[in-house]
Nanobody, 120 residues
Framework: QVHLVESGGGLVQAGGSLTLSCAAS????????MGWYRQDPGKRREWVAD???????KYAESVKGRFTISRDIAKNTVYLQMNSLKPEDTSVYYC??????????????WGQGTQVTVSS
C-alpha cells in the first residue's frame, strides 16, 4: 500500500495545457500499473490512462493524442500531460495503483484527487 498525492490541477481555457503529478510514498514499480482516472459528481469513475511496469502506455479513446502519461521512477512520480484541453475534460482527476489488468474494481490505492476545470 502506498500513499498517493495528486497535484497540478487548476483552471485553464479550452485549448490550453496542464500537467498533473502523482507522487507515491513508495516504489511505483511494486505495482503492475499506475493509472489516471477522472470522475464527475454523480457519475462513474472513468479510466483515462495507465502506464505498466514495463513502460507500456494505454489511453482512453477520448484523450488519445492529447494526453500523455509518463513517470519518473527515481521520484516515484507519475505525470499526466494534458494538451488541447476541452470543457468535457473538466473533472476531478485521481491516480491509482493496481496489479490486475481490469482497470476498475481491482485498484489498490487512490489519491485524494485534483480538480481540473476547462472553460470554454
Amino acid at each position: 500500500q502506498v500513499h498517493l498525492v495528486e497535484s497540478g490541477g487548476g483552471l485553464v481555457q479550452a485549448g490550453g495545457s496542464l500537467t498533473l503529478s502523482c507522487a507515491a510514498s513508495g516504489n511505483i514499480l511494486d505495482f503492475n500499473y499506475m493509472g489516471w482516472y477522472r470522475q464527475d459528481p454523480g457519475k462513474r469513475r472513468e479510466w483515462v490512462a495507465d502506464i505498466a511496469r514495463t513502460g507500456v502506455r494505454k489511453y482512453a479513446e477520448s484523450v488519445k493524442g492529447r494526453f500523455t502519461i509518463s513517470r519518473d521512477i527515481a521520484k516515484n512520480t507519475v505525470y499526466l500531460q494534458m494538451n488541447s484541453l476541452k470543457p468535457e475534460d473538466t473533472s476531478v482527476y485521481y491516480c491509482s495503483t493496481r496489479n490486475e489488468h481490469n482497470r476498475l474494481g481491482n485498484n489498490l490505492d487512490w489519491g485524494q484527487g485534483t480538480q481540473v476545470t476547462v472553460s470554454s
